[in-house]
């Protein structure tokens, strides 16, 4: 997939470089490419080490576990045949409390084991629909602290990291409400 | 407020890993060498997405594309910048932080595209790599409605981090 994108990259660039006489300038534009790429790197190296230390902290110190009680009783609600089973609903709080703390890595193995669990006690081949359910979750990510983009912002220079938060959280709320609805309007045409 | 924020969230959770007597320093520096795999494995792709994206701006493509494209953007609020990083989004974690950075470094993270990206890369995930990875570790076959619904979700984190991006600059 990523193959064919680079590929249409270049063709197309080599293309509108011929019809706009631009030719001369992408050869210079390929070399810049690689370096900005080295600088946006080297200027992120210090706030990501930062903060997957500070993200190792909260799940080693209990704070993932903490926010996974308190979202329990929602969860129960969306997911009512895995809240009769502690160890699926143990793997769904653990996911999910690591995707609300911005732990992407924690998140995806718990994730993993959740589906398993689920599979295991539903059968079959086919995506019940509390792991659709599951997958809209993890897809419209809800984030609390997206630390990698904070970071990412912090490098390119921006006066306020930060102040994007309000913006992911409003931004994140909608795209899971809307996929969940739209889950559930779907989920009558594939019976 | 926001100055408060990360020192507020450095000592909370240093003070709290202290009190559950984890090895705070420790952590720290274990969770940094993470940090720096995830460096790692994303400045390849970094370097081979910016090469390409720098190529098809300065050919002229890009604005050829930009203009082809407006009419179709512009009356949902999208800057047409941000088309790159919408049709990468669902593929690629590491790609489209790549698009994302390059956005912020050239037109400015508080600026409303750097704002709109940002916005965009908190609030989506890499759709098609996690159903992948979930329902392909679980045997999964049948994906039923997994894919529209997730990309529903996806649409429409596209157009509210658009819409809160702007909003945000009134505050």
């Known amino acids: 997939m990523m193959g064919f994108i680079w590929i249409i990259l270049l063709i197309l660039s080599l293309l509108a470089g011929i019809g706009s006489h631009r030719l001369p300038e992408l050869t210079p534009a390929a070399w810049e490419g690689g370096k900005q790429a080295v600088e946006i790197c080297l200027s992120l190296a210090g706030s990501l080490c930062l903060w997957s230390g500070v993200a190792k902290l909260m799940e080693r110190s209990g704070i993932t576990d903490f926010l996974g009680k308190l979202l329990r009783p929602l969860l129960g609600r969306l997911f009512p045949s895995c809240a009769e089973d502690s160890l699926t609903l143990g793997h769904l709080t653990a996911n999910v409390s690591a995707n609300l703390l911005g732990l992407g890595n924690a998140a995806t193995p718990m994730g993993i084991a959740a589906v398993k669990r689920m599979q295991a006690l539903h059968g079959g081949s086919e995506a019940s629909d509390e792991m659709c359910r599951l997958i809209v979750l993890n897809t419209a990510s809800i984030q609390l602290l997206p630390t990698t983009v904070a970071a990412l912002r912090s490098a390119c220079g921006s006066v306020a990291p930060f102040a994007i938060l309000p913006g992911v959280w409003v931004s994140s709320l909608c795209s899971v409400c809307i996929g969940l609805l739209a889950a559930e309007l779907l989920r009558r045409f594939y019976a | ?171």
């Open chain 2, 1 to 171: 407020m926001l100055d408060l924020l990360l020192p507020l969230i450095l000592i909370c959770v240093s003070v709290i890993a202290l009190y559950r007597k984890q090895d705070v320093y420790g952590c720290l520096l274990e969770g940094g060498k993470e940090g720096l795999r995830l460096l790692y494995s994303i400045l390849p792709a970094l370097v081979v997405l910016l090469t390409g994206v720098h190529m098809l701006r300065s050919s002229g493509a890009m604005e050829m594309l930009t203009e082809l494209l407006a009419p179709l953007l512009t009356p949902l609020g999208l800057p047409v910048e941000i088309l790159p990083l919408m049709l990468i989004r669902p593929f690629s974690g590491s790609a489209a932080l790549a698009v994302g950075a390059e956005l912020m470094a050239s037109h400015g993270p508080d600026s409303l595209v750097g704002r709109t990206a940002a916005i965009m890369l908190g609030s989506t995930e890499t759709t098609f790599y996690t159903i992948s990875v979930y329902f392909g570790a679980a045997g999964i076959k049948k994906t039923r409605y997994a894919i529209p619904a997730a990309l529903i979700a996806d649409l429409t984190g596209f157009l509210t981090a658009s819409l809160t991006a702007r909003w945000l600059s009134c505050l």
